[in-house]
């Protein structure tokens, strides 16, 4: 999974599991013998976009090595309510003690990737990228973002790590825009990507001269976008035009239509709405006797 190798997911997951389960399911050890094996199917029981089987399977696999597991929908895709996601047996105590942690992964991760499809298809036609932002629960952010990449968005910077953006606060401190990039000419490392946020055309302009390819245009309205985009083209800069602050669903093609080109769009991940998906056991399970 991006912005996680293998072993890096195994301990997330079991980090996950771990809160839930604790020293042992009290529940299932006491009812279900441990050679008891069933099959269950995962089913969206409301209208969704996909994500986040991969890391669902893998979760009931870390539980059950020998679990067989079957997608029914492919990442990204739109399903309807009452599609089967995946089917799956093994034995039975992994499936209902994983069922909870798999759930809730796989409602956030389709509930992102929901959103952020409503939004890339609010811009639909314009040019206009979609992207997640940093605005992602702690210890999740591998799994937002890749909900947001199958719901059509694209990625910002990861972290602060892969981009710089001077922010207000940054040119408060440093004196302002040419300051603060003046200092990043001077300490950066080669080769990173500059951002800069812009609060006025004075902050515009002394980016285009600081040579940024990227300015970001922080809760002004559409009309603003315009205007400074027809700035930057008058002076026969390359630089894009990023738009951001509280974009709701009803405004963002204003901006769109404006110039901008992207928007990043915190409320994908920062105010999630899962989607509504449930584990339903298919075939009672063999092997019960008598405990």
């Not at 790590?161 to 300051?179: E, P, Q, T, Y």
Request: net charge negative.
């Amino acid at each position: 999974m991006d912005g996680l190798s293998p072993a890096e997911l195994d301990a997330k997951l079991r980090e996950f599991l771990a809160e839930d389960v604790g020293p042992g399911d009290v529940t299932t050890d006491s009812i279900v013998p441990p050679d008891a094996v069933a099959a269950a199917e995962i089913v969206a029981k409301s209208d969704c976009v996909v994500s986040g089987l991969a890391a669902s399977r893998r979760l009931f696999e870390l539980l059950d090595p020998g679990l067989t597991w079957e997608d029914r929908a492919r990442p990204g895709s739109k399903v309807p309510a009452g599609t089967t996601l995946a089917r799956l047996s093994g034995k039975a105590r992994a499936i209902l003690t994983g069922e909870r942690v798999a759930l809730n992964l796989l409602q956030r991760m389709c509930g992102i990737a929901t959103a952020t499809h409503l939004y890339v298809d609010a811009v639909a036609g314009t040019g206009c990228r979609i992207l997640g932002t940093r605005k992602t629960a702690p210890g999740l952010r591998a799994f937002d973002r890749l909900a947001v990449r199958d719901g059509g968005a694209a990625d910002h910077r990861f972290g602060l790590f892969d981009r710089i953006l001077v922010k207000d606060n940054h040119r408060v401190i440093a004196g302002g825009v040419a300051a603060a990039l003046e200092a990043v000419s001077r300490n950066a490392r080669a080769n990173v990507t500059v951002e800069v946020e812009v609060e006025s055309e004075e902050d515009l302009r002394e980016a285009l001269r600081g040579g940024v390819r990227i300015l970001l245009i922080d809760n002004q309205t559409a009309e603003t976008v315009a205007r400074w985009k027809a700035i930057v083209r008058e002076a026969g800069a390359s630089a894009e035009i990023e738009a951001s602050g509280d974009m709701t669903l009803a405004r963002v093609r204003d901006y769109a239509s404006a110039g901008a080109d992207s928007i990043s769009v915190g409320r994908i991940t920062h105010s999630v709405e899962a989607a509504d998906i449930s584990l339903e056991i298919s075939s009672p399970a063999e092997g019960m006797g008598n405990r």
